[in-house]
């Protein structure tokens, strides 16, 4: 082997799935030297994960990547419910996220496509994916992280950074060099994900979702209307036959077929095919000292919802302006286990969320493919009589989104979440208000993926002196009654962090409490 060169980084990502990609360019755009490595030769060119929720668009509007996404996308307006072989309900998702987002609906954009598009992004910012490139081992000493790399010709490579970002997936080698536990555990079926053209009435762009005594299927449309991607269980016998002789690999033909026949899809061709177990499991940790996990390495849960990749996305971004305000000096970090330090703050923002979104789909994932008697009675025939009532009521539908949507994330509890006006808390998400005229709406100058300060009416002088003399962005927004509906209220103060949410709510607008906030969390900004 060659001797060991160095290369010296900011930030050494692990992992060039969404995860990885979505924090190197949110770190790239900050103006963080990042390095991204993976260990395999080429972008995947299957997948599972499909769905991008409307924060997610939200977020990739503050960084230009949202038009993008949603051109190359498949709107995904409405869902289907089917039970024991009848259609039980439909709704429209565009009613039901009208007025929360500026995208209200889900967008279907296949993970590999997905990726393609981020890491051409990455590229045209000067930084390109290192492929066939393995993380060996890494320590932690005099202020910064040593890692060896593998380089695909086999040499060794020493690379020394500020900090290393474990985005490596459920097997994370990150997680596990830093001996983190990742409690949970596997659900009994088998499960399939098959790329197939067909036709019929339910090839017709919207999703379509079947529950039967034993069976499972969701069936998502893509943006070629004669494709489709197929979620679904593998027959019983084959499953226990695959269990036996693990080296005969599963195919097409061990699939139940009997949902795809009673909801008459007529399937031309499978363009590929594939099995998984589903887990769930959150890390005991997200960080220990420099070195931090993301994404699947910290986190894998059940697919109910679509909510994997844009959970693990959710963590990117909140880690990449905390990580760039450190290494830019813009907060202290001297002491890594300071309560000041804006990175003491990820692992309980994001390790919360994961936490009650592994509960919360754990159960409806439990429900839908449970065997047992009474999963099968709630399923068959309280399931259909609830949902389409259920569903007539605004509030729930609204509710449905916001939860789906991941619009209702907050860090309410957090050490950088402060105050309460109207019925916004800091840690919540700005509410998103759309205006009249040019200035569109007040997610706009969220691009600058600065702290800000928001102002729904008019500020006091000495408010924008403050801001003058700290540097720090005021819009003032012109009072309208959909302001309140939204639920701000006229001439609060609202200190927005990088990612758009709210450090600060204060009812009374007041310079000192904004001055008290960057005080005593070091924020020099």
């Not at 492929?131 to 060896?148: H, I, K, P, Y």
Request: charged share 20%; net charge neutral; aromatic share 8%.
């Amino acid at each position: 082997m060659n001797e060991p060169s160095t290369d010296n980084t900011d930030v050494l990502i692990v992992g060039a799935g969404p995860t990885g990609l979505v924090l190197a360019l949110w770190m790239t755009r900050l103006g963080v030297r990042v390095r991204i490595i993976d260990q395999t030769a080429e972008p995947g060119t299957t997948s599972r994960a499909l769905a991008v929720q409307a924060r997610t668009l939200e977020l990739y509007r503050q960084v230009g990547l949202a038009d993008a996404v949603v051109e190359r996308g498949h709107k995904l307006v409405a869902g289907n419910l089917w039970v024991a072989g009848s259609h039980a309900s439909r709704f429209v998702f565009g009613e039901m996220g009208e007025g929360i987002s500026p995208y209200p609906y889900a967008l279907i954009f296949p993970q590999d496509e997905h990726e393609r598009l981020l890491i051409d992004r990455l590229a045209a910012a000067g930084v390109a994916v290192e492929r066939r490139t393995e993380l060996m081992d890494f320590d932690q000493a005099n202020g910064g992280v040593r890692a060896r790399l593998k380089r695909p010709d086999g040499s060794i490579e020493a690379c020394a950074a500020s900090y290393i970002a474990g985005c490596d997936g459920a097997r994370s080698t990150v997680r596990e060099a830093l001996g983190i536990g990742f409690p949970g555990g596997v659900y009994n079926h088998l499960f399939y994900v098959a790329d197939v053209e067909a036709s019929g009435a339910t090839m017709n762009g919207e999703v379509h979702v079947a529950l039967d005594t034993t069976d499972f299927l969701a069936v998502f449309p893509l943006k070629d209307r004669t494709r489709a991607r197929l979620i679904g269980t593998v027959r019983a016998q084959a499953e226990h036959h695959h269990q036996e002789h693990q080296d005969q690999e599963l195919s097409w033909n061990d699939v139940s077929k009997r949902v795809i026949e009673w909801m008459r899809i007529d399937i031309q061709c499978v363009n590929w095919f594939s099995t998984y177990r589903v887990h769930h499991r959150v890390a005991d940790h997200f960080r220990k000292g420099r070195v931090l996990i993301l994404g699947d390495a910290a986190h894998i849960h059940s697919p109910v919802g679509g909510q994997g990749m844009n959970t693990g996305i959710g963590d990117a971004v909140n880690l990449a302006w905390k990580l760039a305000a450190v290494i830019h000096r813009n907060a202290n970090a001297a002491s890594l286990d300071s309560n000041a330090s804006l990175l003491d703050s990820y692992e309980p923002e994001r390790i919360k969320f994961a936490r009650r979104l592994v509960a919360t789909t754990d159960q409806a994932f439990t429900g839908v493919t449970s065997d047992g008697a009474l999963a099968r009675l709630i399923r068959l025939n309280i399931v259909p009589r609830l949902m389409p009532p259920l569903f007539k009521l605004d509030a729930v539908r609204r509710f449905m989104f916001r939860t789906v949507s991941q619009t209702l994330v907050n860090y309410r509890g957090s050490s950088l979440s402060v105050g309460r006006t109207g019925a916004v808390h800091g840690g919540d998400r700005l509410p998103w208000v759309k205006m009249d005229g040019a200035g569109g709406d007040n997610f706009t100058p969220l691009t600058s993926l600065d702290w800000q300060v928001h102002v729904y009416g008019d500020a006091k002088p000495e408010l924008k002196a403050l801001c003058d003399e700290r540097k720090l962005p005021l819009h003032i927004f012109s009072w309208t009654p959909e302001m309140s509906q939204a639920g701000l209220r006229r001439n609060s103060v609202y200190l927005v962090r990088p990612d758009s949410y709210v450090g600060l709510a204060d009812p009374e607008g007041t310079t000192s409490a904004v001055r008290s906030y960057l005080d005593t969390r070091k924020l020099l900004l």
